[in-house]
């Protein structure tokens, strides 16, 4: 398949099932329940007030892990997880579950650019072994047998539009239709960014 000079392939994480058309209502409900029984703040008077919406492709790192548990005299238990990192904010943790993975074009203007590059998620992940995987093992901690990371993309709606207070930008998760307003407002703070990164030039400025 030929692609254009403005495109480009990427792994999607999700199928993007959510559609321009069904953003107003997502919006409403992330909006919080005082405004959603507001007349004001219906699904038409946001459709009014929209600005511009756009599809993105945020970036973050997956790697399969496995932790092999000693249970002498019995064999290791093997446990699968799966650690991701935000590539944007550096925010990490486990999945509870993986959505598919497919190839995709998109265009190049969609895709956000990673502030983790691959040398860097290394910390990252065995941040996560030390912190969220291995305090549950009180005594012995456990080996861990990580893959290879991989760059995979979220895709998320960017809407501006004119709210009571002024401009407002939500982020809404193109797969499940829920905010990322928690996600988005760590990509700004560089709060979760470990030291070897320089935080004041690496933020991601929205």
């Given at each position: ?12 994480l ?6 321009a058309?069904?953003?107003?209502g ?10 959603k029984f507001s007349?004001?703040r ?16 945020h ?5 399969k892990n ?10 290791p238990?093997?446990i699968?997880n799966?650690?991701?990192?935000d590539?944007?904010s ?5 999945l ?6 497919s ?5 190049k ?6 502030v983790?590059n ?5 910390r990252?992940?065995?941040?996560v ?14 080996q861990?047998e ?5 760059l ?10 004119t709210?009571?207070k ?5 982020y809404?998760?193109?797969n499940?239709g829920?905010s ?6 760590r990509?700004s703070?560089?709060?979760?960014l470990?030291?070897?990164?320089n935080?004041e ?6």
């Amino acid at each position: 398949m030929l692609i254009g000079k403005q495109e480009k392939y990427i792994e999607q994480l999700g199928a993007s099932t959510v559609t321009a058309d069904e953003l107003p209502g997502f919006i409403r409900k992330a909006a919080g329940v005082m405004q959603k029984f507001s007349t004001v703040r219906n699904e038409e008077a946001i459709r009014q007030s929209i600005e511009s919406r756009h599809l993105i492709h945020h970036p973050m790192w997956i790697i399969k892990n496995t932790v092999v548990a000693t249970r002498r005299p019995f064999k290791p238990k093997r446990i699968p997880n799966m650690i991701f990192i935000d590539a944007v904010s550096g925010y990490r943790g486990l999945l509870s579950t993986v959505p598919a993975i497919s190839e995709v074009v998109v265009e190049k203007n969609s895709i956000i650019h990673p502030v983790i590059n691959e040398s860097d998620v290394g910390r990252y992940m065995k941040d996560v072994q030390a912190r969220q995987i291995d305090r549950s093992y009180v005594l012995k901690k456990p080996q861990h047998e990580p893959s290879e990371p991989r760059l995979v993309h979220l895709p998320l709606w960017k809407v501006v539009m004119t709210g009571e207070k002024g401009r407002e930008v939500y982020y809404i998760n193109a797969n499940t239709g829920e905010s990322e307003a928690f996600m988005s407002r760590r990509w700004s703070s560089g709060e979760d960014l470990i030291n070897q990164i320089n935080k004041e030039d690496s933020v991601w400025k929205p």
